[in-house]
């Protein structure tokens, strides 16, 4: 189908709006993520949805439900690993990331009847989102937007200088679990958009591109969005234009073609590499 008659359908639309939310959420909290060298939490988070997925697909119940139950127990399972000092955070994280992948092989092998379901939320399916699926994104999405914007000095207070910010009274252990638990948001707004095995991806590339152009944080948070939105847009618009073409992928892949671009203007305007600042 062309664009403009795409445009025109009621489950385009719904994949437009749900694939902003998806990439304002990634592309802003990827860049505290990549500033705090905690990339492996967002993988964590997605695996740990991939079992709750298959867990509600088991259950024949809504999937996003369980996909958020689980990875919210599971990111309190690992603050509370790191907090009472069991094992290392990246421990931590990668116990979380085998329960995951765990529990989807064992359920995906009881119930054969919803593999093909299952491969969705794997690997995203956005021209199917329903009407839940954006009612319970845009519920989220508000959440998290409203979070960052009411705490963001803190969380950049806590990312640049962890010690600082607990000295200067930043409650540093319930924001970063706080934190944590709207990583668990995004990741479920995600799924249907790139699906749970790429959110990752989302969350890393547009923070990584824009760090190459930007070395001021509100500068790479700003090129971050930019990066994010239109690596959903055109994404949705080539599988718009090609049926059979994997949106996820091609947001990956859009994604990575845009971290290649920035490095390249990066040389092109002979920047020297300086770290992100707090200004």
């Keep these: 189908m062309d664009l403009i008659t795409a445009f025109g359908y009621t489950f385009f639309q719904r994949a437009f709006i749900g694939g902003l939310c998806a990439a304002v959420l990634c592309s802003l909290l990827g860049v505290f993520i990549v500033l705090r060298r905690s990339a492996l939490i967002g993988e964590g988070v997605a695996h740990l949805s991939f079992g709750g997925i298959a867990l509600g697909l088991f259950l024949s119940i809504y999937p996003l439900d369980t996909a958020l139950i689980i990875s919210l127990l599971g990111t309190l399972g690992i603050s509370y690993m790191q907090r009472k000092r069991i094992v290392y955070s ?9 329960f995951g992948l765990g529990l989807g092989a064992v359920l995906a092998s ?5 593999n093909v379901d299952l491969f969705d939320y794997l690997f995203g399916s956005i021209l199917t989102i329903s009407a839940d699926d954006l009612s319970l994104s845009v519920a989220l ?3 998290v937007i409203v979070f960052i914007l009411l705490f963001f000095k803190e969380l950049m207070h806590l990312t640049f200088d962890e010690q600082g910010a607990r000295l200067s009274g930043v409650p540093v252990f319930i924001l970063d679990l706080a934190f944590n638990i709207v990583l668990a948001f995004t990741v479920v707004v995600s799924i249907k958009i790139v699906g749970s095995l790429l959110v990752s991806a989302l969350l890393i590339l547009p923070a990584s591109s824009a760090m190459q152009l930007s070395k001021s944080f509100r500068g ?8 994010g939105i239109i690596a959903v847009v055109l994404g949705l618009v080539a599988s718009a234009l090609y049926e059979r073409l994997a949106t996820g992928g091609a947001i990956v892949l859009i994604s990575i073609g845009l971290f290649l671009l920035c490095v390249l203007l990066k040389k092109i305007m002979g ?9």
């Design 141 to 143: 999405s508000l959440v």
């Design 110 to 114: 009881l119930g054969n009847g919803f």
């Design 220 to 227: 790479t948070v700003a090129i971050s969005l930019v990066v």
């Design 271 to 279: 920047s020297e590499p300086r770290p992100v600042t707090i200004s």
């Design 90 to 98: 990246e421990m931590a994280i990668g116990i979380m990331i085998s």
